[in-house]
């Protein structure tokens, strides 16, 4: 399940200055730099997340993928750490691909920094499989209600047939990273996460087969708003992302709210936590014969300013 919230500020697009080069340079510049592996994946087991890391290329072409897991489901978080993936554009969408048999599909992300290199930092859920035609028109129509699309199912095949994954613009040479298949990969991550959420308190084998999932009442987009913004990060221009598990009582009501992951101080964490507990709703999740029973809910707030 891929899951859409409304941002608490509008995202600005700031495009990629494009310089005029010589034909030959130009040409090379279109060809991907292909990253071979020069690591084996790495799983890591955290508190509220599951990680699974690879390292591509050396020297200066020395990239590292992690791929985050925070609950179960096909979607993922990513962040790419090297001087390969490095651009001057702040934020914006890029072109990324599973290939060969998958799309290619535009993903939002944001420039920063891992351990002082550069890194793309995706802003969203991502699929190996972008939302078919009539999924992405699901999702406008319900955009401004439901927040919750199903998208269908990605076969295990399909996992499988993945031999490299392709960044596009607006990095100014397209960079390919030979992950070789992902199936084996995203099944240690579902057993990673299988482990998680039975750290949670809930009962796993009942949530395999809800009737509903824990549902917000109201918009969650009006949970944070831009007056929580932390006086002190505001006045610094400093942005956040701030990835959040609530837990649900059968009652539907919030019992807890803890931070699964964060780019930026402690101030963003508490703000998201305390705005949340105070106005978030819910109805609870019901199990397969319709009973309330306790659950969570997941999802992500991007402290941004305008301009």
């Known amino acids: 399940m891929r899951r859409f919230s409304a941002n608490m500020f509008r995202a600005i697009i700031c495009p990629a200055l494009v310089l005029g080069a010589a034909s030959n340079d130009v040409q090379a510049a279109s060809e991907p730099l292909k990253l071979v592996p020069t690591s084996k994946w790495h799983l890591d087991y955290a508190d509220e997340r599951c990680r699974l890391a690879r390292e591509f290329g050396d020297g200066t072409s020395k990239v590292t993928l992690f791929l985050d897991k925070y609950g179960p489901g096909e979607s993922f978080r990513m962040v790419i750490a090297g001087d390969a993936v ?73 996992y499988a047939a993945i031999r490299y994954m392709e960044l596009g613009k607006p990095l100014r040479r397209p960079v390919q990273l030979e992950t070789g298949s992902l199936k084996s990969g995203f099944a240690a991550l579902d057993k990673c996460v299988d482990d998680l959420v039975a750290s949670w308190g809930v009962d796993i084998e009942k949530h395999k087969t809800l009737s509903r999932k824990a549902t917000p009442t109201d918009n969650p987009g009006k949970w944070v708003v831009s007056s929580d913004y932390p006086i002190k990060m505001l006045q610094a221009g400093q942005p956040a992302l701030v990835d959040f598990r609530m837990s649900i009582g059968a009652d539907g009501k919030p019992s807890g709210c803890k931070i699964q992951a964060t780019t930026r101080p402690k101030e963003f964490d508490d703000a998201v936590c305390q705005s949340l507990m105070r106005r978030a709703s819910f109805l609870p999740a019901l199990d397969a014969a319709g009973q309330p029973i306790a659950s969570w809910w997941r999802s992500r707030v991007r402290f941004q300013l305008p301009g």
Not at 89 to 101: L, N
Not at 126 to 137: D, L, M, Q, V, Y
Not at 139 to 149: L, Q, S
């Open 86 to 158: 490095k651009t001057d554009v702040p934020q914006a969408e890029i072109t990324v691909r599973f290939g060969p048999a998958e799309m290619p599909q535009p993903l939002f992300f944001l420039n920063g920094s891992l351990a002082g290199t550069s890194a793309l930092v995706f802003g969203g859920d991502i699929r190996i499989a972008g939302p078919t035609a009539s999924e992405e028109a699901a999702i406008r129509a319900k955009r401004r209600g439901d927040p919750w699309i199903d998208l269908a199912p990605i076969a295990p095949d399909r």
